[in-house]
Nanobody
Framework: QVQLVESGGGLVQPGGSLRLSCAASGSIFSINVMGWYRQAPGKQRELVATITSISTNYADSVKGRFTISRDNAKNTVYLQMNSLKPEDTAVYYC???????????????WGQGTLVTVSS
């Protein structure tokens, strides 16, 4: 019983910024990794960024422009997106590998997605 809810998507002009949020809720003991993926129409879902307790990882296409962070107390992950480009247009999905409360289980959970459109 774990859910992820994304928010923060919208329409922005090239060069603009958005911040996405993803809050996890439910019977959570801990979260090993949280991340963001995106999918444009007709294309495969691709990794954008991930974060663990000690590291972050970014797709080459967003390095230097996007920053992933998290608030462990709130089980929330953020994606600060700066210098947005039209190619960033996609539905952005939150993902987490969650350890549930006892009896402990590992679950991979996806959010419902939030649309980001970058256009002038």
């Amino acid at each position: 019983q774990v859910q992820l809810v994304e928010s923060g998507g919208g329409l922005v002009q090239p060069g603009g910024s958005l911040r996405l949020s993803c809050a996890a809720s439910g019977s959570i003991f801990s979260i090993n990794v949280m991340g963001w993926y995106r999918q444009a129409p007709g294309k495969q879902r691709e990794l954008v960024a991930t974060i663990t307790s000690i590291s972050t990882n970014y797709a080459d296409s967003v390095k230097g422009r996007f920053t992933i962070s998290r608030d462990n107390a709130k089980n929330t992950v953020y994606l600060q997106m700066n210098s947005l480009k039209p190619e960033d247009t996609a539905v952005y999905y939150c993902n987490a590998a969650v350890i549930t409360q006892a009896p402990y289980r590992i679950l991979e959970v996806w959010g419902q997605g939030t649309l980001v459109t970058v256009s002038s």
